[in-house]
């Protein structure tokens, strides 16, 4: 998605579940099988080479069920590109990647990804962007929710402060708003996985509490979630680990609390 002016307030969303209270679990929940536990992301000697350099080299990686992965590191050092890799959008020039103890493929239908291009329709409404991605993706989303309920669109809109504004064109929107969209986009899939590409990038106060908020509901659901930021000590009281990227690189890896700084850094 596109970056979004500083003064472009989110504001305080319309659902308590974005004031401190917890969003519905038929809202957030995930709906992949219950019963498989393999790990959520297995990764070895991932690479991708772009434009004649390395953007990625050599990235092992394993993440278990329910898990919440920081991945920090300067401008340049591969995290869009570990994302992408890991939301499929890329495919690695080496190495291999499973997702859900299977093909990474196969497993698009459980992964959401929030990246810095919206991808919204802009003549369309809020409401009509939910209601085409849930036509597009009719197939796999049948399957995955074919015994439990649909999530409502109209909660999910309210979640993330769009009610007001569900019937306006896109193109209308503010920054903020469109980030807000992108955000219900992710919700109304309710993903296994999600992966969030620098969320709180030119975000005011407001809206960085709302991304606060989303990790953590959606962790509590058992969501497993790769967050990449440059703030690295709000995205530490938020998950569980952490790797810094360098030059496409793994430098480091352990808890996210004892992640190290680095120049670039966000001191928000």
Not at 61 to 86: D, H, Q, Y
Not at 107 to 132: G, I, K, Q, T
Not at 163 to 183: I, P
Request: charged content about 20%.
């Amino acid at each position: 998605m596109g970056a979004v002016d500083a003064g472009a307030s989110i504001g305080e969303p319309e659902s308590n579940a974005l004031t401190g209270l917890p969003m519905s679990e038929a809202l957030l929940a995930p709906t992949g099988p219950s019963q498989a536990r393999a790990p959520v992301v297995v990764a070895q000697k991932l690479a991708r080479r772009h434009a004649g350099r390395w953007a990625l080299r050599g990235v092992d990686l394993e993440l278990e069920p329910g898990r919440a992965l920081m991945i920090v590191g300067p401008n340049g050092s591969g995290k869009t590109t570990l994302i992408r890799l890991l939301g499929t959008a890329l495919a690695p020039t080496s190495g291999s990647l499973r997702l859900f103890g299977g093909p990474a493929e196969a497993a698009r239908p459980r992964v959401a990804m929030l990246s810095h291009a919206d991808n919204h329709y802009d003549d369309l409404s809020a409401r009509e962007n939910l209601l085409v991605s849930a036509r597009l993706a009719a197939s796999s989303v049948g399957r995955r929710f074919a015994n439990t309920p649909g999530p409502d669109i109209e909660a999910v809109l309210a979640t993330v402060g769009l009610s007001a504004r569900a019937d306006d064109v896109v193109r209308t929107f503010s920054a903020g708003m469109r980030k807000r969209l992108a955000f219900a986009r992710l919700l109304w899939k309710r993903a296994d996985l999600v992966l969030l590409d620098e969320p709180y990038a030119g975000l005011d106060p407001a809206g960085g509490r709302l991304v606060d908020t989303l990790v953590h509901d959606l962790r509590a659901t058992g969501t497993t979630v790769v967050l990449s930021t440059h703030q690295i000590a709000r995205g530490a009281s938020l998950c569980d680990d952490a790797v810094l990227l360098e030059a496409g690189r793994v430098k480091w890896r352990g808890k996210a609390a004892d992640a190290p700084r680095y120049a670039g850094e966000s001191q928000e």
